[in-house]
């Protein structure tokens, strides 16, 4: 639906404690890819792990040399929106909006004695409705503003995501129906906590008729309630005084959860050889294992959104498996190569389990969530380039996704990546690299990357936003990362 606003929240944060990982290839390229970007720069195995047609390339560079190995990388990884206290704004946000009506299941971990009374005090307008009922009017509207102002600050600044990933690809030193193979795994998860917010309809002039209503009904006294709205309440209580705003209104948190294993298979080899360079081509099979699982819950019903992680965390999963295949080409000069590569052509498709819509009343919100529940692997065409030194001992590269796709929670990524390295094959002498990346779709962060591979085999890198955030009074990057990880030859 066009009117809705998605919310990110820190709640990913506590749900993601039961996952191992988040998917490298669709979010952050593993190891030294981190750094490098989604490039075959050439420096061992981690390269293959990128362009179908890199390990036929680098064989052929190395000349007969053997490149069979593998690399064991993790990572972990924070980001942050603009948001101090987030977890005060969805407290604010649920005790403004009224709980479900019994027996329709309401929200995780409501308590009704631990919950506030619902509603927003606003008993300093009571001054004003007699006799003047205008002014009664506009500050009910100035309220709702100050609602839709909060749902907007989280909608465009309010988000956290947390991620560890884990990858092992391996390179093997055959040349099997005259090509290059390799197979990888890799373990992924994360999840996301964001918004549905359904818009709350106010009409003024109808508004003012029913207070006109409520007061002559109950001669000045204010006793009971007010449907200013279908959706706008205003309770009275005669013995305080206190006038509460109440709103009636279907806008929730859904979280969602994603783990994935991936299997692949990739074969490569060269296709052409000119005076110019080589042509080389590559495809990659990929099985998924896909298990997801979303979960809602409207802002009336939550007591406190900490009580939401249990209930992410036993939440049920869909259990699915679907293919994917990758195709690659590379194109290797003497001192360059450029790279093209297509994934997830055939577009895998998964289902998310059905959302409780028990509780809904609003059709909008319904058809929301009853349309938001395949998560689409979208293909993505990638291009490359590199120089190197006469030596190789220095290079330089360009990653750029062509379009932008999806992550399984509709987080849009199109990364660009510039990088340069100095690689040595020595044992005392780091290998030394450093990168910058940009999301030009979706938060459009820009990080900042470095990384050095130890003692030939160990590798080290470190992307941090050039943005910050501040999280307690500190100035904070807004997004870290980090990688380590090893390789092995055979």
Known sequence: MNTTTRICLPVALGCLASFVALAGPVHQPPGTNLTFGDVSHGLRVQSASSNPAAAAADRARRQGESIGGAAVSAAAGLE???????????????????????????????????RPDEGIDIGAIIDEIDPE???????????LANQATVLALIASEGYGKAWVSADVPFVWNSNWLGGTWTTGVNWSGASKAFGVAVPIEFDVDQALAELETWVNDTLGELTGEVALSDQVLLQADPATRNIILVLDNDSSLLTKASQL??????????????????????????????????????FGDITDSEELFDAIDNASFNNEEDFGID??????????????????????????????????????????????????????????????????????????????????????????????????????????????????????????????????????????????VKIDGTDLPQGLMFSMGFQVNW
């Open 80 to 114: 942050y929106g603009n948001v101090q206290e987030l977890f005060d704004f969805i407290d604010d946000l649920s005790r403004a909006f009224a709980p479900s009506e019994p027996g329709t299941g309401g929200g995780p971990g409501q308590n009704p004695d631990a």
């Open 261 to 298: 294993t991936e299997i692949s298979v990739g074969y490569s080899r060269e296709a052409m050889t000119r005076g110019s360079g080589s042509l080389f081509l590559g495809a990659e099979a990929k099985l998924y294992l896909m298990r997801l699982s979303r979960f809602s819950a409207r």
């Open 327 to 468: 195709v690659g080409a590379l194109w290797v000069g003497e001192n360059y190569q450029l790279g093209v590569q297509w994934t997830n052509i055939n577009e895998p498709e998964f289902r998310y389990p059905d959302v409780d819509i028990t509780p809904y009343r609003d059709p909008r919100a319904i058809e929301f969530f009853q349309s938001d529940q395949i998560y689409t692997m979208e293909s993505q065409v990638k291009l490359e380039g590199s120089l190197f030194s006469s030596d190789r001992r220095w290079s330089a590269h360009l990653g750029y996704d062509v379009d932008e796709a999806a992550d399984p929670f509709g987080d849009k990524f199109q990364w660009v990546t510039l990088s340069a390295a100095w690689a040595r094959d020595s044992f005392w002498l780091p290998n030394l690299r450093v990168g910058y990346r940009q999301n030009l779709a979706g938060t459009e962060i820009g990080y900042l990357s470095l990384g050095l591979t130890a003692f030939r085999y160990v590798n080290f890198d470190l992307s941090s936003a050039l943005d910050t």
């Open 133 to 143: 009922l205008r002014p009664a009017i506009d500050a009910v509207a100035d309220e």
